[in-house]
């Protein structure tokens, strides 16, 4: 098993930035394709960034394109979303998650095997 918790999360003013960590723990070795995504009441949870096994390859979903870094440190085993030129829209809950054997992280949170907590950012108008 593998335990994700992330931190970072806030209130922050529209127009600033947040840095999200998720902290691997437990057999994470057996760690590939990483994601976050995020979720609000009443919505589906949303792919934002993912990133391949040893992080040569990215990808974010369009609306935080050019916002949002993600990034993995596998010696440390914790990955990161720099989140900058944040929008009230960014609202949410953010979770890691992480996969078992995929290398390329897929955006459907069903295909995740183990999920974090999640951390709440608010980002005010």
């Known amino acids: 098993q593998v335990q994700l918790v992330e931190s970072g999360g806030g209130l922050v003013q529209a127009g600033g930035s947040l840095r999200l960590s998720c902290a691997a723990s437990g057999r994470t070795a057996s760690t590939r394709a990483m994601g976050w995504f995020r979720q609000v009441p009443g919505k589906e949870r949303e792919f934002v960034a993912g990133i391949s096994w040893r992080g040569g390859s990215k990808y974010y979903a369009d609306s935080v394109t050019g916002r949002f870094t993600v990034s993995r440190d596998d010696a440390k085993n914790t990955a990161s979303l720099q989140m900058n030129s944040l929008k009230p829209e960014d609202t949410a809950v953010y979770y890691c998650?992480?996969?078992?054997?995929?290398?390329?992280?897929?955006?459907?949170?069903?295909?995740?095997?183990?999920w974090g907590q999640g951390t709440q950012v608010t980002v005010s108008s």
């Open positions: 998650a992480a996969m078992r054997s995929v290398i390329l992280p897929p955006r459907a949170a069903r295909e995740y095997d183990y």
